[in-house]
């Protein structure tokens, strides 16, 4: 905690005062694919931006096409060369989702990188049109789903191009602070005790857990 108020580095060198450019100075990416979740705006379009500045084919995740469209126009304005597409996904619909990972697959396209970034925040109580509260699922579950559905294919790329893949899940330190005992696995979706912040949180924790478990079981697998 007091390393990512101050930004003081980490043993990699690195702190929560680093920019994405400092961090992957001198990296050549072009022989790697990136999906960014929510690649449209905030955090997610700077890590676009800077993807694709190294040379990384990059694909823009979002649910709003017009915003994707005009955030590759502006990396495409700083860098013509850039290789960026966009494709519609809504991480809070799981057929959406399942959409997604169809239409990348069919590009045949490798993919070396997942960045897991999409969020909301403190929204009010809402379901999703899966019925699942509405920060748990877009958070989490879309992303969960959308790693499931695109493992197969990063562990192909992995094998074939001889890169490790990676799968980057953009937590937050508000995880520390879900509901008492954690995730409510059997009050998901209960409204008359929703707390807006505590569902965020509880996101966020599902976020580190499937970080976590994903990093365990793919240490294993290789
Ligand atoms: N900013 C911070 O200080 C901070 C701190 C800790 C953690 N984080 C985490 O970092 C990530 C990025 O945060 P940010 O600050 O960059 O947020 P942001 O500026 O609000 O951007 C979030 C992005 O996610 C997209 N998104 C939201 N719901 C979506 C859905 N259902 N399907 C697809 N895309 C969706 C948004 O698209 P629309 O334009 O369509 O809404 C937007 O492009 C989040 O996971 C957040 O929890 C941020």
Redo the contacts with the bound molecule.
């Keep these: 905690m007091f390393r990512l108020i101050t930004g003081r580095p980490g043993p990699s060198g690195f702190g929560s005062a680093s920019t994405a450019e400092q961090v992957t100075h001198d990296i050549d990416g072009s022989n790697l694919t990136a999906i960014v979740?929510?690649g449209?705006?905030?955090?997610?379009l700077e890590t676009a931006r800077v993807l694709a500045m190294r040379n990384v084919h990059v694909i823009i995740a979002?649910?709003?096409m017009e915003?994707a469209n005009k955030a590759k126009q502006c990396i495409l304005n700083d860098n013509k060369n850039a290789r960026v597409d966009v494709e519609k996904?809504?991480?809070?619909s799981i057929r959406s989702v399942k959409t997604f990972a169809d239409n990348f697959k069919a590009l045949d396209l490798p993919l070396n990188i997942l960045i897991n970034?999409?969020?909301?925040?403190f929204c009010p109580f809402q379901l999703s049109e899966d019925g699942v509260e509405m920060q748990f699922a877009?958070?989490h579950l879309?992303h969960f789903y959308l790693t499931n559905l695109l493992l197969d294919k990063m562990k192909e790329t992995a094998k074939s191009s001889g890169i490790e893949g990676r799968i980057v899940n953009?937590s937050?330190v508000a995880h520390i602070c879900p509901y008492k005992g954690g995730i409510r696995f059997q009050k998901i979706n209960q409204k008359n005790s929703y707390q807006n912040k505590l569902a965020y949180a509880q996101s966020?924790l599902a976020n580190i857990l499937h970080a976590n478990e994903l990093s365990r079981r793919l240490q294993v697998i290789n």
Excluded at 40 to 44: F, K, Q, V, Y
Excluded at 117 to 121: L, Q, T
């Design positions: 979740t929510g449209a705006s905030g955090i997610g979002a649910r709003n915003a996904l809504d991480l809070s970034n999409a969020g909301i925040m877009t958070n879309g953009l937050s966020k």
